[in-house]
């Protein structure tokens, strides 16, 4: 009986496709790492090589309902802010360069990997040096409510020039918390946050 290498060289291929993503998030000191990159785009690709070889595509359409946990595991609040989104884009991406492997499309998924390893590499680059021309940054201010108001911190970021949104407000056990989407200047970021340190109406902030 003649052996069928087609599927092994599938494996081989999802896993160095993973690997090549798994290498970036790793440098970079991302959730979604080397390990979990090779796991999804050789599982993805194994399963899509099951549900070929039995005529069906339910396991195959499965797979993008059930990576879409594994994506939500990643994303998580810090602060004001929100952490993991790439990742967890990248993980979706990785199960369907998997996919494609799977239905051995090798050249189209060669190409998907060279195109998001130019967004993570190259555009990461590009938006670095942006960020350095304007950035906006989310805050979580908290202050006592008997002692400061909301009207006295925004007139004191009017006078510093500051541009700011307000995005929530609440209030527990007499602590006002106000989240703002502030735009200032990476070189100013620094004397806007001793600002924050000094005032002594501030509780607390996170950034």
């Not at 998997?98 to 050249?107: E, R, T």
């Not at 004191?156 to 609440?170: A, D, P, Q, V, Y």
């Amino acid at each position: 009986m003649q052996l069928d290498y087609v599927p092994y060289v599938q494996i081989l291929a999802a896993f160095a496709a993973g690997a090549t993503l798994g290498l970036e998030r790793e440098y970079h000191n991302k959730p979604a790492g080397f390990r979990t990159m090779i796991l999804i785009t050789v599982s993805s690709c194994l399963f899509t090589i099951l549900s070929n070889s039995w005529g069906g595509d339910r396991i195959a359409s499965n797979i993008v309902t059930g990576i879409g946990f594994i994506g939500a595991g990643v994303v998580f609040k810090e602060g004001a802010n929100v952490k993991g989104i790439t990742s967890a884009a990248i993980i979706w991406m990785a199960a369907a360069i998997g996919m494609c492997i799977g239905l051995q499309h090798y050249v189209l998924a060669a190409m998907v990997v060279v195109l998001v390893m130019m967004v993570l590499l190259a555009l990461f680059k590009f938006e670095t040096a942006f960020d350095n021309l304007h950035q906006m940054k989310s805050y979580e201010i908290r202050f006592v409510a008997e002692e400061y108001s909301i009207g006295e911190l925004e007139r004191e970021f009017t006078g510093m020039h500051i541009k700011f949104l307000r995005t929530k407000t609440s209030k527990q056990m007499g602590i006002v918390s106000v989240e703002y989407n502030i735009e200032i200047h990476p070189g100013k970021r620094d004397q806007f946050e001793s600002f924050l340190i000094r005032n002594s109406h501030i509780a607390s902030f996170e950034a």
